[in-house]
């Protein structure tokens, strides 16, 4: 299957500073990006969808300000905790989805946040 | 969406096969049966997928019954690196690019050596 890389794959950083986490599609093309958010022993939660070009849509409950996307190529999504906060800690997932036919998600192997 | 149902936890022995149940009793016609596993600590890892015939790969079968309500992933010889949650998700045949995967709390498999 296609890969997907996340970097980095863990990060620790302390309370107020931003951390940037890398979504990369490796050998795709991806127009849609997907980010999720993991705590221990829960499901992956969506967080927002970020179309190439396009501002990203963002669920319910989650702070655009706080969690910034930016997709600005068809092989790179970025996400950017702004001002983070020790519960903000989690583990960060992307996903993307190729081009065109297909309608596979292919995964990043995820980072781990720590905000101390 | 249509949801589905999974047991929180099993577990099985090594060496032997594990059955992984699914209920999505509200599935509607186009809607494929997907199965994702999550081993501790990386990013879901596609399983396999199936409308309404069984399916077979490399890594599972999946069996789906008459009325397509539930379906049952196979993992014929259960190693330990098969311990994981299983997600169990229902999803159209043909959507945009933005449609969106969700989640379910999904089984979490233990494989006993």
């Known amino acids: 299957g296609a890969v997907v890389s996340q970097h980095p794959s863990w990060v620790i950083c302390k309370s107020g500073t931003s951390v940037k986490i890398e979504c990369r599609s490796l050998?795709?093309?991806?127009?849609?990006m997907f980010w999720y958010r993991q705590f221990p022993k829960q499901s992956l939660m969506l967080m927002a969808t970020s179309n190439e070009g396009s501002k990203a849509t963002y669920e319910q409950g989650v702070e655009k300000d706080k969690f910034l996307i930016n997709h600005a190529s068809l092989t790179l999504s970025t996400l950017t905790v702004t001002s983070a906060h020790p519960e903000d800690s989690s583990f960060y997932i992307c996903?993307?989805?190729?081009?065109?036919?297909?309608?596979?998600?292919?995964f990043g192997q995820g980072t781990r946040l720590t905000v101390v | 969406d249509a949801k589905t149902t999974q047991p929180p936890s099993m577990d099985c022995a090594e060496g032997r096969a594990a059955n992984l149940p699914c209920n999505h009793s509200t599935i509607s016609g186009n809607e494929y049966v997907y199965w994702y596993r999550q081993i501790h600590s990386q990013g879901p890892q596609y399983i396999i997928h199936g409308l309404k015939n069984n399916e077979t790969n490399e890594m599972a079968s999946l069996i789906i019954t008459e009325d397509r309500k539930s379906s049952t992933l196979i993992l014929p010889h259960a190693t330990l690196r098969d311990t994981a949650v299983y997600y169990c998700?229902?999803?159209?045949?043909?959507?945009?690019?933005?449609?969106?995967?969700?989640f379910g709390s999904g089984t979490r498999l233990l494989v006993r050596p």
């Open positions: 050998d795709f093309q991806a127009t849609t």
């Open positions: 998700i229902v999803r159209p045949s043909r959507m945009d690019s933005s449609y969106k995967l969700i």
């Open positions: 996903s993307a989805r190729e081009l065109r036919g297909s309608t596979e998600a292919f």
